[in-house]
């Protein structure tokens, strides 16, 4: 799986295709499962995306039921251990996987948080989350450990950024924790949103005060049957519209997240991106891109995940475009595959800036080097003058479901 070679030919994408349950939300939902020994069912689910199939192997292993079918999945039953024995790839979501065993048993321990290799990402928020409510935390061999005596105990605590993750732990964790937890500078954006309804389906009490604060009221167990729809993936829909906008004949894009992408697209409509909109579906053919002048920030705003796709955008068109990653500075390493397919670009003050206008070389082999910047790529290649070469491709099938059958209906030439 982990070095699967896949190739791209230049093609034109015709066709429809539906956006699936956003990645960021459902991973939450399964770990906010832990809590609950009732029945759980959540559709509109992306069962085919490598980390939600991760997700599910660790929630067996920790002795949850587990069913998915197309499009929806059951979870089923309680926990039978704390300690997560896990030797294959690990997921970021091990550290929500943690503060949900941390609130349900006392105690956790999880293999450290894999994901993508984004800059700085320490889990040190986390940690000071869990000890402000009462626990333990330490590091074991490659593990992360957390214990504590009784419930845990409810905190006051200002996150010093606005980290998603760390949100949503504090949110899980202070769901179950005795007493009543206001979490100040929280991180709000519709995940976020989607995991407190989630939470509320479950009999949690939480109240939101924009970003200025969280309030959860602790109860002594969440046991309702849950039937949930998960939010519709803004990523997904960031990334086909914009190859619609790059290689697309006619692309219509079914459940489309208008709202969730206000900021994206007056960018990409300033940019030159041409769409027509019905209801939720997005209709989008292929245009002439102007340069892009972007800063990543939080939501509403242009998430850092978005800035390789905004790269593409800006390598098609005619000008210099300048992209400034404020949450992971330096996240530019994509720059350097970009550059064997002919894209021009150099780093100046933690700014990309992008020399758009040039020919899009085929022919070559690139490395999805992490799932964005991986998505980035695929884009690329359906625009070159040649066939590219994608390794480590399963990089991207973390975030997409049914990548490979997707790209086929829409008329993309792919060989695995």
């Excluded at 292993?61 to 294959?88: A, C, D, Q, R, Y």
């Excluded at 720059?335 to 150099?346: C, D, H, P």
Aim: with cysteine.
């Amino acid at each position: 799986m982990e070095d699967k070679l896949v190739t791209i030919c230049p093609s034109e994408l015709n066709g429809e295709v539906f956006i699936t349950g956003a990645k960021n939300a459902v991973l939450r939902h399964l770990a906010a499962s832990i809590l609950s020994d009732g029945i759980i069912c959540i559709s509109n689910y992306p069962k085919d995306m490598l980390d939600i199939q991760v997700h599910e192997e660790m929630l067996t292993v920790l002795g949850k039921k587990v069913t998915p079918n197309e499009g929806i999945i059951t979870i089923e039953g309680s926990v039978n251990t704390s300690n997560l024995v896990w030797e294959k790839r690990s997921i970021r979501n091990t550290l929500l996987i943690l503060g949900a065993l941390l609130t349900k048993t006392g105690e956790g321990r999880v293999p450290l948080p894999g994901g993508c290799s984004l800059g700085d990402r320490k889990y040190d928020i986390h940690v000071g989350l869990m000890e402000a409510m009462g626990a333990k935390v330490w590091q074991e061999d490659n593990y992360l450990c957390a214990k504590t005596e009784g419930r845990l105990k409810a905190c006051n605590y200002t996150l010093p950024m606005r980290s998603t993750g760390a949100t949503e732990n504090s949110i899980i964790m202070a769901s179950l924790a005795e007493g009543t937890s206001r979490i100040w500078n929280p991180h709000i954006r519709p995940e976020i949103l989607d995991l407190i309804e989630f939470l509320r389906k479950m009999g949690a009490k939480i109240s939101v005060n924009g970003q200025e604060s969280i309030i959860i009221e602790g109860v002594k167990k969440l046991d309702r049957e849950v039937y949930h729809s998960a939010l519709s993936d803004n990523m997904q829909a960031l990334t086909y519209l914009i190859a619609g906008g790059v290689a697309g004949k006619e692309l219509l894009i079914h459940n489309f997240p208008f709202a969730d992408l206000e900021i994206p697209l007056v960018f990409l409509r300033f940019s030159g991106l041409s769409y027509y909109q019905n209801g939720n579906d997005l209709i989008v053919r292929k245009c002439n891109p102007y340069p892009v002048d972007i800063s990543t920030g939080p939501y509403p705003g242009i998430n850092s995940d978005m800035q390789p796709l905004f790269a593409v955008w800006g390598a098609l068109s005619q000008g210099t475009s300048t992209i400034t990653d404020l949450r992971f500075v330096g996240r530019y390493g994509y720059a350097e595959e970009f550059a064997k397919m002919g894209v021009i670009s150099a780093v100046d003050n933690n700014r990309l800036l992008i020399y758009g206008g040039n020919s899009i070389i085929g022919g070559q082999k690139v490395t999805a080097l992490d799932l964005r910047a991986g998505a980035a790529l695929l884009l690329l290649s359906l625009i070159a003058d040649g066939p590219t070469t994608i390794d480590d491709f399963w990089m991207i099938e973390r975030g997409y479901d049914s990548l490979k059958s997707t790209l086929e209906k829409l008329g993309v030439r792919i060989k695995y």
